[in-house]
């Protein structure tokens, strides 16, 4: 028995790989599939099933690309309906691998179509538990997000009877591997780890803890931060299918000139520059959305990006493969190509640039009482927000910004300070509050991690909203 837990950070994603006697089987895998035929061809294995289990709204799944390249089937759990070929299970179905077997365990509540996984050793014993969005390592899946018309209460409520009906009964040793981990939208606070054990929830998980089911459905129901705005439709994307991988890249990594980018963004086709935050500022094309690779790309792409619109990239050189695959998973496909010699190719061509100014904390100090215009944005989520900020602060959620109508308290004349936790999300709202036309604007280096030790700076909580 092998068993390999392929986790991507930026998406806070789990897929496996499971193997034994030279078949395998992949579970929640991600739109770029080759790393997972090659690790079955270094381990000469045949890869025999795709097991989903759920209709994903964070990313879209490479179900239909590893089934063409494999020939393996596309398998989902009971009642599911797709606009392509796959094997819809029902509840209790086994399905073997090797000398192991797979059973299906419907766990509507997530999703009414949810379902996990359960692994039986090669001796017959429950060995592991592949949760999907069902069960997490302190958390349990939002019951917000499914593609039907149920209530989040009537789904919460069905979530309940999942866990105690399916998953509670297991044995204290089953490992339960989930398909999200710490920084998942797909739950309320997911735990730092990305596995666990099935004894190890029932002590720390608050959903799994002894409680009436109205009890359970008050609690994983309240407090709920509004879903990411592409969920919706990358649940549909899974749902429906899409063009091959292959296909986006082939018309997405064509060089364009510096003639030919300008031509581009003259037809109202979006920027994107995927070069570190650190770099963006000290200077970027006019217009320009800067979102680093080196942050929760995919996700912020996602939140604020036109699925509508066609992008051009900049990125930084040999980065232009990995720029439109981070794209491609959240369903951001519309990609007509990148600056050919990148950033460096503009500016050595003459070209007009912008930059954004930076300043330290200390600086922000000794400027708030002496500029009656200085507004500090703060660009956290409202629970960050509460928590702790300037006194005075504008709080603009970056996810907000996708609406430019969320800067209709900002007048032109203001002189804006904006600030993130520690400075990734600031570069992103600047560069679009840019494009809105607002250029007095300084980003303050080191965000709220700095801004809270500086001695000169008011600071309040907002404790109603904390409680």
């Known amino acids: 028995m092998y068993i390999k837990q392929l986790y991507t950070s930026c998406l806070s994603e789990a897929a496996y790989y499971v193997e034994s006697e030279g078949e395998a089987a992949i579970i929640d895998p991600l739109r770029d599939v080759e790393e997972y035929i090659l690790l079955a061809k270094e381990r000469q294995a045949t890869i025999k099933y795709i097991f989903e289990t759920h209709f994903h709204a964070d990313f879209v799944s490479g179900h239909i690309d590893l089934s063409k390249a494999t020939g393996a089937p596309i398998v989902y759990g009971p009642n599911t309906e797709t606009n392509f070929v796959i094997h819809s299970a029902t509840d209790g179905e086994v399905f073997k691998i090797g000398k192991l077997e797979l059973a299906v365990l419907h766990t509507p509540g997530h999703t009414l179509e949810s379902t996990c996984y359960l692994l039986k050793d090669e001796i017959g014993n429950d060995h592991a538990l592949f949760t999907g969005d069902t069960l997490f390592v302190g958390d349990v899946g939002r019951p917000d997000l499914s593609s039907g018309n149920m209530t989040s209460q009537q ?22 591997y989930p398909a999200h981990g710490p920084g998942s939208s797909c739950g309320k606070n997911l735990g730092s780890e990305t596995f666990s054990t099935l004894q190890e929830q029932k002590q720390t998980n608050y959903a799994l803890q002894p409680q009436t089911k109205e009890e359970f459905i008050k609690a994983v129901t309240e407090g709920l931060q509004e879903p990411p705005n592409y969920f919706p439709i990358n649940a549909r994307i899974n749902k429906e299918g899409y063009e091959s991988i ?17 031509e581009k963004l003259e037809q109202d086709v979006i920027a994107v520059d995927t070069r570190p935050s650190t770099v963006f500022v000290q200077g970027f094309i ?22 509508n619109k066609p992008i051009v990239l900049v990125t930084e050189p040999g980065q232009e493969r990995e720029s439109v695959i981070r794209l491609s998973r959240v369903g951001l496909v519309k990609i007509e190509g990148f600056l050919e010699g990148g950033f460096e190719a503009w500016t050595a061509g003459g070209e007009t640039i912008d930059m954004i100014i930076e300043v330290e904390s200390d600086e922000l100090s000794m400027d708030i009482p002496f500029d009656p215009k200085l507004v500090v944005v703060d660009v956290r989520k409202e629970v960050e927000f509460a928590d702790g900020h300037v006194k005075g602060a504008l709080n603009i959620p970056l996810a907000n910004l996708a609406d430019p109508g969320s800067l209709a308290n900002i007048e032109d004349t203001d002189n804006l300070y904006v600030h993130c936790a520690s400075g990734y999300r600031s570069v992103i709202a600047i560069s679009l509050m840019k494009r809105e036309g607002f250029h007095n604007i300084r980003n303050v280096i080191g965000g709220w991690a700095k801004i809270k030790e500086e001695e000169g700076i008011e600071t309040e909580k907002d404790v109603a909203i904390l409680n």
Do not use: C
């Open 155 to 176: 789904l919460a409520g069905l979530l309940y009877n999942s866990l105690q009906n399916k998953i509670m009964p297991l044995a204290g040793n089953v490992i339960i």
């Open 246 to 262: 292959d296909e986006v890249l082939e018309k997405a990594l064509t060089p364009l000139s510096i003639h030919a980018f300008k």
């Open 286 to 307: 006019t217009g320009s959305i800067g979102i680093g690779l080196e942050g929760r790309f995919a996700e912020w792409a996602g939140n604020l990006l036109s699925f």
